[in-house]
């Protein structure tokens, strides 16, 4: 167990690297584009349109594949929309956009089909919490090395970069091939009905519609704060540096908060219970982000995002845990797949809503506003809606 969760926490780490870098170095690709703010929201919109389909298609090939084989394939794909945004332009962006995020999107599903075989059942929550940790823990390292790089090597040197580290941690990877992938099926059919098999097999299930709607709007809300806030510091002028050092102090928060509610759901509270908490959490604490301005002191800043970034940014492990609990033997990959489809429409949705209202206003405050509803929604949901577990914890 604690191979696959070392493996799965690289390949997270790394790709999680490269797709926040477009958000971190917004600021100075804006600059150099001549672009509107408003277009970080169409591009993160892109991004979640392209995992939104690699996703519902990634329960087939992870079976036939195997797990480790496809985080590689999506290393590679992350590393791909890097390489291909130093064309710079709307061109040069989409393609990054689309290549960097479609087939990059089965690497949560490959990492839950791991986890599910090789952990614990009792101690799923921890195990899944533990290696989802690599996310914020490659957006700190993006956000605190990403502008640092960028004085040396331009916005273009440091995509590029990130793509060598894709290629290098997905060759790191093939010695644990056959040693993890040990129940690919080369014969598995892949159809295109499987994207709609994806779908239909969660909402079919109450509480896997139940977890597909809460991660919709965790997704969603995390995409937003992820994509714009490095650039709504710069907007109440703070230096591309400062907010991004800022940024990654927040968003390492979410670090400990991961193994947090783990720990919790594992052992102490129900995780739907756990999981509304959090729904509340991120939706005050982002309307209260929405109410910056340059007269807030970078504490009071701190403190607010660091508890969005303790909500919005720390609920995988456990929603990831119990949709993979909730899964058929040997399909959680695909499962994960279909609940984790909800949440990249969430990701394709809310940024864009975010942006049009960006745009209209003006102002980032009504953007804040609008995209915690879901949120809020989901919380009183799993409050007040009993959900009768088919497994016994």
């Given amino acids: 167990m604690l191979i696959a969760i070392v493996a799965m926490f690289l390949q997270q780490t790394c790709g999680s690297v490269g797709r926040v870098l477009p ?8 600059l150099e584009l001549h672009a509107d703010p408003s277009w970080v929201g169409v591009y993160f919109a892109l991004s979640a ?4 389909v690699g996703q519902l298609g990634s329960g087939g090939f992870i079976i036939r594949h195997g797990a480790i084989r496809m985080s590689q394939m999506a290393l590679l794909s992350t590393g791909g929309g890097m390489a291909v945004a130093i064309v710079g332009g709307a061109a040069g962006f989409v393609l990054s956009a689309l290549v960097g995020n479609g087939i990059a999107a089965v690497a949560t599903p490959a990492s839950s089909q791991l986890l599910g075989r090789w952990a614990v059942r009792r101690y799923a929550p921890f195990a899944f919490s533990i290696a989802q940790t690599a996310i914020p823990a490659g957006i700190l390292l993006g956000g605190s090395l990403g502008p640092t790089l960028a004085q040396s090597l331009g916005w273009r040197g440091t995509m590029l970069a ?5 290629l290098a941690v997905a060759l790191l990877l093939q010695p644990l091939r056959g040693r993890l992938d040990t129940d690919p099926d080369p014969t598995h059919p892949i159809h295109l009905s499987d994207f709609v098999t994806t779908v239909t097999s969660v909402l079919a299930v109450p509480e896997l519609r139940a ?8 997704n969603g809300l995390q995409s937003v704060f992820t994509a714009y806030f490095v650039t709504y510091l710069v907007a109440l002028r703070y230096d591309l540096v400062a907010a991004g050092s800022l940024f990654s102090m927040v968003i390492a928060i979410a ?4 193994i947090l509610w783990g720990w919790v759901g594992s052992f102490y509270v129900p995780p739907r219970f756990v999981m509304a908490g959090l729904a509340f959490g991120m939706a005050v604490s982002a309307v209260l982000t ?3 301005s340059a007269t807030w002191t970078t504490l009071a800043i701190g403190l607010v995002t660091s508890v969005l970034s303790a909500t919005a940014m720390s609920w995988h492990g456990i929603l990831l845990s119990e949709s993979a609990r909730l899964a058929p033997f040997g399909r959680a990959g695909s499962i994960t797949g279909g609940v984790l489809s909800f949440g990249q429409m969430g990701a394709f949705l809310l940024p864009a809503v975010f942006s049009l209202l960006l745009h209209v206003t003006g102002g980032y405050a009504a953007g ?5 509803i879901p949120a ?7 409050l007040r809606k009993k959900v009768t577990m088919h497994a016994s914890r």
Wanted: proline share 5%; hydrophobic share 70%.
């Fill in 255 to 258: 670090i400990p908060c991961r």
């Fill in 290 to 292: 929405g109410a910056f």
């Fill in 23 to 30: 958000a971190v170095l917004a600021p100075l690709i804006i």
């Fill in 376 to 382: 809020m929604l989901v919380g009183v949901n799993l």
């Fill in 211 to 218: 977890l597909s709607f809460a991660c919709f709007a965790f």
């Fill in 162 to 166: 990130s793509a060598g580290l894709c």
């Fill in 368 to 372: 804040w506003a609008v995209c915690a």
């Fill in 49 to 52: 349109l392209a995992a939104l």
